[in-house]
């Protein structure tokens, strides 16, 4: 949830005293840290640029329908699809305790804001939903209680099927466009490629195989549930983001979009042939970001850089017009930069 927290982080306990609080969080576009996982604008942000609206609220920073007008996030940092109950019948402790189904409560709350079931209605019709991405902090909740990346593979039902009541149960409050985003290639991430050095890298990419291997059976799964609303719901635009794809690109061709031959090292961390060191982590002291952010894919060895945000968004909407963007003009690619 990390890689859409727009702020909410800033506005927990649990996290508000995170990396993302200090700089060099932040420093690219906003020039100060603003809860972001970033050096910049997230994917989010990009999309509601290239939609004319507003970078979305953190909930957890509002109070009132008037703060929510343009938009809202109730993504947090850390958060996981499953619920405690789910991780503490394994033996694991989630990293935060906020779950999608807090995340839903929340979400009903800014629902009884919007005043008239009328007005309601408007809005929920006229408004994007991104679901999502969830998921990704389940699995390493999962590896940091020593959980096998193969034993990892039964938790895949599990997060899909958190994803899919959350989607339903946004369209059954009225929402006729859902945007979905899948996982990222969780092989290619530097803190688990710093964890896993003795893993089954492919030789094409240096990513770490089986990693892959899990994030591709999670897309399965999540696009065949999607398939299955679409059914459901006629009427309503489900639509995917394939980050997976996005990034995996990046990975494999990264000069073809401008970014370094190493595009499996963090900008900013401690040390090590990822630049990734969890005792160092980006922003701590010893630590410091590379000079240019916008050649490195990685951003902190675990969240992306703006420069790649602005690729998968730039993707996604490209994929996904004019569902999601009425059309994929030369005007929309100029506002947030697209090639």
Same mark, same amino acid.
């Given at each position: 949830?990390?890689?859409?927290?727009?702020?909410?982080?800033?506005?927990?306990?649990?996290? +508000?005293?995170?990396?993302?609080?200090?700089?060099?969080?932040?420093?690219?576009?906003?020039?100060?840290?603003?809860? +972001?996982?970033?050096?910049?604008?997230?994917?989010?942000?990009?999309?509601?640029?290239?939609?004319?609206?507003?970078?979305?609220?953190?909930?957890?920073?509002?109070?009132?329908?008037?703060?929510?007008?343009?938009?809202?996030?109730?993504?947090?940092?850390?958060?996981?699809?499953?619920?405690?109950?789910?991780?503490?019948?394994?033996?694991?402790?989630?990293?935060?305790?906020?779950?999608?189904?807090?995340?839903?409560?929340?979400?009903?709350?800014?629902?009884?804001?919007?005043?008239?079931?009328?007005?309601?209605? +408007?809005?929920?019709?006229?408004?994007?939903?991104?679901?999502?991405?969830?998921?990704?902090?389940?699995?390493?909740?999962?590896?940091?209680?020593?959980?096998?990346?193969?034993?990892?593979?039964?938790?895949?039902?599990?997060?899909?099927?958190?994803?899919?009541?959350?989607?339903?149960?946004?369209?059954?409050?009225?929402?006729?466009?859902?945007?979905?985003?899948?996982?990222?290639?969780?092989?290619?991430?530097?803190?688990?490629?710093?964890?896993?050095?003795?893993?089954?890298?492919?030789?094409?990419?240096?990513?770490?195989?089986?990693?892959?291997?899990?994030?591709?059976?999670?897309?399965?799964?999540?696009?065949?549930?999607?398939?299955?609303?679409?059914?459901?719901?006629?009427?309503?635009?489900?639509?995917?983001?394939?980050?997976?794809?996005?990034?995996?690109?990046?990975?494999?061709?990264?000069?073809?979009?401008?970014?370094?031959?190493?595009?499996?090292?963090?900008?900013?961390?401690?040390?090590?042939?990822?630049?990734?060191?969890?005792?160092?982590?980006?922003?701590?002291?010893?630590?410091?970001?590379?000079?240019?952010?916008?050649?490195?894919?990685?951003?902190?060895?675990?969240?992306?850089?703006?420069?790649?945000?602005?690729?998968?968004?730039?993707?996604?909407?490209?994929?996904?017009?004019?569902?999601?963007?009425?059309?994929?003009?030369?005007?929309?690619?100029?506002?947030?930069?697209?090639?």
């Amino acid at each position: 949830d990390s890689l859409t927290d727009t702020g909410n982080s800033l506005h927990l306990a649990a996290t +508000r005293a995170g990396p993302s609080s200090r700089p060099p969080y932040g420093e690219t576009f906003f020039r100060r840290p603003t809860g +972001r996982a970033s050096d910049g604008r997230l994917v989010v942000d990009f999309i509601a640029e290239a939609l004319g609206v507003p970078h979305p609220t953190p909930y957890l920073a509002g109070k009132s329908a008037e703060d929510f007008r343009r938009g809202v996030n109730f993504a947090v940092g850390g958060a996981t699809a499953l619920g405690p109950d789910f991780f503490e019948s394994r033996g694991l402790k989630p990293f935060v305790p906020v779950s999608f189904t807090n995340q839903a409560t929340w979400f009903k709350n800014v629902l009884q804001l919007l005043g008239s079931v009328h007005n309601r209605t +408007r809005i929920m019709a006229t408004s994007l939903f991104i679901v999502g991405e969830i998921g990704v902090n389940d699995y390493l909740v999962a590896f940091a209680g020593n959980t096998t990346v193969e034993e990892a593979r039964a938790f895949v039902p599990h997060i899909v099927g958190a994803v899919r009541s959350v989607v339903t149960e946004v369209i059954a409050a009225g929402a006729r466009t859902v945007l979905v985003p899948g996982m990222i290639p969780l092989g290619c991430e530097p803190q688990l490629l710093a964890l896993y050095q003795s893993g089954d890298h492919d030789p094409a990419s240096g990513c770490i195989k089986p990693l892959n291997n899990l994030a591709e059976l999670h897309n399965r799964a999540l696009n065949g549930m999607l398939r299955e609303l679409r059914r459901a719901h006629p009427g309503t635009a489900i639509l995917y983001a394939d980050l997976y794809g996005a990034v995996a690109d990046l990975i494999v061709s990264p000069r073809k979009y401008g970014f370094r031959d190493e595009p499996l090292a963090a900008c900013c961390g401690g040390s090590g042939v990822y630049n990734f060191n969890m005792t160092a982590f980006c922003g701590a002291a010893g630590t410091a970001a590379c000079a240019d952010p916008s050649e490195y894919v990685s951003w902190d060895g675990v969240h992306f850089t703006e420069a790649a945000n602005r690729h998968t968004a730039c993707a996604t909407l490209k994929a996904n017009s004019p569902a999601l963007l009425s059309s994929w003009t030369a005007e929309a690619r100029r506002r947030i930069g697209c090639a």
